[in-house]
C-alpha cells in the first residue's frame, strides 16, 4: 500500500506539511506515534484518481500503526469516530461469522434459489434465537454471557424450544427456556470479563444491563 500523500494533519488539527506530496512508505518512519494522524491520500485505478481518507493509529501492545481508510467525508464523521466505528464493524464481522460457523450458513449444497433462500432464513432465525437466548440468560443471571459461547452450545437446548413453539405448547416452553437459561448461565458465560473491559467491545461502554423489570414475568413464572 503506497498511495501518493496529499495533505497530512495530526489528531489535535495541526497540518504537517512535511509529510504532504509524497508517497505513503517514504514518510512511514516520520509518522507520529503520540497522536493518529489523518492523511488525505490518492491512488490511481485504471488512470481515474481515487481519493480517500487514511487514519493511521499508533498500536502501543503491538507495536505497529493500524490503517483505517474510509470515503466518509471528515465533517460528520473526524477522525475519533472513524476509529471508534471501526471497533462497531468488528461485531459485524464476528456475527457473519457465528452465522457460517454456528448456523450452517456455509452447509448449503444446492442450486436452487428457492431451497438456497429458505436455508438463509433458517441459519439467520436459529442465530437469532441463540442471540436472545444469550441476552435473556445475562438479564436473568445477571452474568456477562458470551455470544459465541452460546452460538456453539445452544444447539444442546433449541430442540425443546423449537418444538414447543411448532405445537403451541406454551407451559412446555417455559420448561424449555428455564433449562435453557440454567445450561447456557453454567456453560456460556464470557471466560474473561475484567479483561473484555480494557480489550474488547465494553470499552465503548457496551456493558451488561441487568434490568428485571422487563423480564419479571418470565422470572416469575420459570
Not at 438463509?120 to 444469550?134: E, Q, S, T, V
Not at 435453557?180 to 451488561?208: F, I, M, N, S, W
Request: hydrophobic share 45%; proline share 5%.
Amino acid at each position: 500500500m503506497n498511495p501518493q500523500v496529499l495533505e497530512a494533519f495530526r489528531e489535535d488539527g495541526k497540518r504537517l506539511r512535511s509529510l504532504r506530496n509524497k508517497p505513503l512508505q517514504a514518510i512511514h518512519a516520520k509518522l507520529p506515534k503520540r497522536q493518529r494522524v489523518e492523511l488525505l491520500v490518492r491512488w490511481y485505478v485504471e488512470e481515474a484518481p481515487l481519493c480517500l481518507r487514511l487514519i493511521v493509529s499508533w498500536h502501543r501492545w503491538t507495536k505497529s500503526f493500524c490503517y483505517f481508510l474510509t470515503n466518509l467525508p471528515s465533517a460528520p464523521y473526524p477522525l475519533e469516530v472513524i476509529c471508534q466505528a471501526y471497533k462497531w464493524r468488528w461485531q459485524g464481522e464476528l456475527l457473519f461469522k457465528e452465522w457460517k460457523s454456528y448456523a450452517n450458513l456455509h452447509a448449503f449444497d444446492t442450486a436452487n434459489p428457492a431451497l438456497v433462500e429458505g436455508l438463509i432464513w433458517a441459519a439467520i432465525a436459529a442465530a437469532a434465537l441463540k442471540r436472545f437466548l444469550a441476552h435473556m440468560t445475562q438479564l436473568l443471571v445477571q452474568v456477562p454471557m458470551s455470544t459465541r459461547k452460546v452460538a456453539m452450545c445452544a444447539v444442546h437446548v433449541l430442540g425443546d424450544i423449537v418444538q414447543a413453539l411448532k405445537t403451541g405448547d406454551m407451559a412446555g416452553l417455559y420448561d424449555a427456556l428455564e433449562t435453557a437459561v440454567t445450561y447456557l448461565a453454567c456453560h456460556a458465560q464470557r471466560a474473561h470479563p475484567k479483561r473484555d473491559r480494557l480489550t474488547e467491545r465494553v470499552q465503548l461502554g457496551l456493558v451488561p444491563c441487568f434490568e428485571h423489570d422487563d423480564m419479571s414475568e418470565f422470572a416469575d413464572a420459570a
